[in-house]
C-alpha cells in the first residue's frame, strides 16, 4: 500500500470528515496492534487517539460518564477499500446527555468496523477519538532531569 494513498468505492460522496476518519483508521491499522473488547478503557475519549479492539464492539461496551452516554448518529457509511480487501461501516458516535439537568461533554469518536473479504482475517472496530479530553498532564514525578 501506497503511504498515505487510499482508494474509496462508495456510492455517495465521502464527507471531509469521513475521509480524516478514513485516513486516521489507515494509520491504526499500521501502527496499533489489537486489542479484546473487554480491555475499553476511557482512555478513547482522549482526543486523536486510536484503538483497535476485536469485533463485534457495540455502542453500550464503550465506556462512557456517569450523566452521559454515546449516541450513535443515523449516518451510517459503508465503504469498500480495495488496498485492504475490506469493507469499512463507518460510524459518528456523540456524547448525549442521560437527563435534562445533566452536562455532557463535547465529545465525538469514530467507530469504525472493518470486515476483511480474506475471511482468515478477523473483523475488528477501530475507533477514532475527534473531539474529546486533553491527555491528563505529566506529573512532575515523572519527568527525568
Given amino acids: 500500500i501506497a503511504r498515505n494513498t487510499m482508494r474509496f468505492k462508495v456510492e455517495e460522496k465521502l464527507k471531509p470528515e469521513e475521509k480524516t476518519a478514513l485516513r486516521k483508521l489507515y494509520i491504526a491499522l499500521q501502527t496499533i496492534p489489537h486489542q479484546e473488547s473487554a480491555h475499553i478503557t476511557s482512555q478513547v475519549w ?11 464492539l457495540l455502542t ?11 449516541n450513535q448518529t443515523k449516518a451510517r457509511k ?7 480487501g475490506a469493507s469499512i461501516t463507518a460510524t459518528k458516535l456523540l456524547s448525549r446527555k442521560t437527563s435534562a439537568d ?14 476483511f473479504h ?20 505529566q506529573e512532575i514525578s515523572d519527568v527525568v532531569s
Fill in 46 to 56: 482522549v482526543v486523536d487517539q486510536l484503538s483497535i479492539f476485536s469485533a463485534p
Fill in 78 to 84: 459503508l465503504i469498500e477499500v480495495e488496498e485492504l
Fill in 102 to 115: 445533566a452536562i455532557s461533554p463535547n465529545y465525538k469518536l469514530w467507530r469504525l468496523a472493518v470486515s
Fill in 118 to 137: 480474506d475471511r482468515t482475517k478477523k473483523p475488528i472496530v477501530v475507533l477514532w477519538c475527534e473531539r474529546g479530553r486533553q491527555e491528563a498532564p
Fill in 60 to 70: 453500550r461496551q464503550i465506556p462512557s460518564g456517569t450523566d452521559w452516554r454515546w
